[in-house]
């Protein structure tokens, strides 16, 4: 598995020496969302507080970069947008995450919204204009590395959380939040430490991702369709594993690639659908039916498993025999 | 005085507010289900009423004939075949909420879609009755006065429904308790199912009534499912009295709030009073302690 994923990650870092810069674009949003989705399911999925404040992460980042690159090297806008989406949603954390269920769902949609408007606002009532140049030279295949180191470190790092004490403790929150403060996991300080975590990747892709725009305004950086988008594509994916939402990010931005740009309403019902499909015939996301899949292929050549000696195989037959005789059946 | 005209409309406005949110409340305090596409049978109601007057010519009271038994109908079927297998399903409140929240933002998607491929995305609106009215020395439109008393004579009625009625207090018994509503003879499905449908039927009567004075587009249902929704943790769930009251403070404080500080940052301050209520009193303003 770990050589697979070694070898995956080599071909796909090689890649744009041989394609065209249409695919290199494709991948580069793929890249983003699985980096924005496996993000989102590091925190919401583990714990299951479901979140619609990606949007508001990848928007801050956005607008750090636009205002920040202009007084400093683009690097060092990245790194303070990440640094900048920590430090709001320890904020926002520290406030919130006491709600619960749909209060806390409801609260992060109308957070985006707000920030949303805000930023519109202060922009027209003190700039005097609603968007922001972005002026770089950054190339897109710098931006395609980048991006992939992003969600490939997105995906190790939460493979790799999930198996200290900090991802048990999530799970744990996730199960039962009440059980897990009795048995005595600090339940504030992981919330809002992994809460801020994941939107500090969220606010370094969107600040990634903006380095290809010529300019942003506050409609296009805290778009809730991001949103949704990410939220779909982990619980497509199956948000309790850590390659999980990558997986569902793949069909998704291949959906939107294809209808967003001709038919972007129907891309909205498509969305729809896909919610409830998932709800209603894949509650677990596609990840659980992979992993079952790949066990079934790997069972036969697995020696331990299933593979037990002839000898004692046709000794369990015979008893079986015996016993059948005994109960005096004729089959 | 400009204020207090600020002031009445804002009123005017609330009143609509919160029989937005009465629908709403009635969803979720009965059925137990926060139905995220609320908004949408509200923008569906405000279409009919749109083209009742601009194609079919006719009163955009008319239009109820048409867009209350759709949104009766769409609400109790979504109830009866999407939402009952989930209640069945669910193993405990958590795990339903985040299913119905998933479902109905897809319904939510669904609906808007379909609205923006058939009705497109533009800004629609009609004048009906937009003739001046002095109240007090100050001057209203007679279409708001009017979409006010709609909303009052509802909510009276609904309220008449709930406390003087034997399927009222049905309602209230499964609000309280849907075990020990069970246990006393009601038919908590079937009443349930009622109970959310007359939800999205009251939503496609105020998406009517608010057509008459507010523009609208096929993307307007969010904002007002949002209203709803902060009117209904405002008011606490299965409030009657609270969610008018509750509407009407968040229309006036909307209207004083787009005058005094900016129009342009309504939903911010709605969201910011949503807020403080949300981590201050999360049971509700109107709620005995």
Same mark, same amino acid.
């Given at each position: 598995m770990g050589v697979l994923f070694a070898l995956g990650a080599v071909a796909l870092a090689l890649l744009p020496l041989f394609v065209s810069s249409y695919i290199i674009s494709v991948f580069i949003v793929l890249y983003a969302n699985v980096a924005l989705a496996t993000a989102w399911a590091f925190f919401s999925g583990t @714990?299951?507080?479901?979140?619609?404040a990606t949007a508001a992460f990848f928007g801050t980042g956005i607008y750090v970069l636009a205002v920040a690159h202009v007084y400093m090297p683009v690097a060092v806008a990245l790194a303070l947008a990440a640094v900048v989406g920590f430090l709001v949603a320890l904020v926002i954390g520290l406030s919130t995450l006491r709600l619960r269920g749909v209060y806390f769902v409801v609260f992060t949609f109308g957070l985006t919204e707000l920030v949303h408007q805000v930023i519109n606002w202060w922009d027209i009532r003190?700039?005097?204009?609603a968007s922001r140049y972005i002026f770089t030279d950054v190339s897109n295949t710098s931006i395609y590395w980048t991006l992939l180191a992003v969600a490939l470190i997105a995906i190790v790092g939460s493979w790799y959380v999930s198996r200290i004490r900090l991802g048990y403790a999530l799970r744990a929150i996730g199960e039962d939040e009440t059980v897990a403060r009795h048995t005595g996991v600090d339940t504030t300080r992981v919330k809002v430490i992994c809460f801020a975590l994941s939107a500090s990747v969220m606010a370094f892709v969107g600040a990634v991702l903006a380095l290809r725009y010529p300019y942003v305004d506050a409609s296009i950086a805290f778009n809730s369709n991001w949103s949704f988008q990410v939220l779909i594509a982990a619980l497509l994916g199956g948000p @309790?594993?850590?390659w999980g939402p990558a997986v569902g990010a793949i069909p998704l931005v291949m959906l939107s690639e294809f209808l967003a740009g001709t038919f972007p309403h129907h891309f909205g019902i498509a969305l729809g659908l896909c919610f409830v499909v998932i709800v209603y015939f894949l509650p677990g996301g596609v990840a659980p039916l992979l992993e079952r899949w790949w066990q079934a292929l790997r069972a036969p050549r697995d &020696?331990?498993? @299933?593979? @037990? &000696?002839f000898s004692s195989r046709l000794a369990a037959r015979l008893r079986a025999g015996a016993s059948r005789l005994e109960a005096g059946g004729r089959t | 005085m400009i204020l207090f005209e600020v002031f009445l409309n804002g009123i005017l406005l609330g009143g609509s507010y919160g029989l937005i949110a009465l629908g709403l409340n009635l969803q979720f305090g009965v059925a137990r289900i926060l139905n995220l596409s609320y908004g949408e049978y509200l923008m569906g109601g405000a279409f009919t009423a749109f083209f009742a007057v601009?194609?079919?010519?006719?009163? %955009?009271?008319?239009s109820l004939l048409v867009s209350l038994p759709i949104a009766f109908a769409m609400n109790w079927l979504i109830y009866r075949y999407l939402m009952v297998p989930l209640v069945r399903r669910a193993p405990d409140q958590d795990a339903l909420d985040a299913d119905v929240v998933l479902v109905t933002f897809g319904l939510l998607f669904i609906c808007q879609g379909w609205a923006l491929v058939y009705w497109s995305g533009d800004l629609r609106g009609y004048s009906f009755l937009a003739t001046p009215v002095h109240i007090l020395g100050a001057t209203v439109a007679l279409n708001r006065l009017l979409s006010f008393l709609g909303a009052c004579a509802l909510a009276l009625g609904l309220f008449y429904l709930l406390r003087h009625t034997r399927f009222g207090a049905a309602l209230r018994a499964i609000t309280i308790d849907p075990v020990a509503a069970g246990i006393v003879g009601v038919d908590v499905q079937r009443t349930s199912a009622l109970a959310f449908a007359t939800g999205g039927a009251l939503a496609a009567i105020s998406g009517m009534l608010i057509s008459m004075f507010i523009s609208f587009s096929a993307t307007t249902g969010v904002e007002y499912t949002l209203k709803a929704l902060i009117v209904v943790i405002m008011a606490g769930v299965g409030r009657v009295t609270g969610t008018l009251a509750a509407g009407l403070l968040l229309g006036v404080v909307e209207a004083l709030g787009g005058y005094l500080?900016? %129009?342009?940052l309504t939903i911010a301050i709605n969201f910011a009073l949503f807020t403080l209520v949300l981590l201050l009193r999360p049971t509700g303003l109107f709620t005995r302690a």
């Open positions: @714990t299951r507080y479901i979140s619609l003190f700039n005097k204009t @309790t594993r850590p &020696p331990g498993a @299933t593979h @037990t &000696p | 601009m194609l079919w010519k006719v009163s %955009p009271f008319l500080i900016d %129009p342009g």
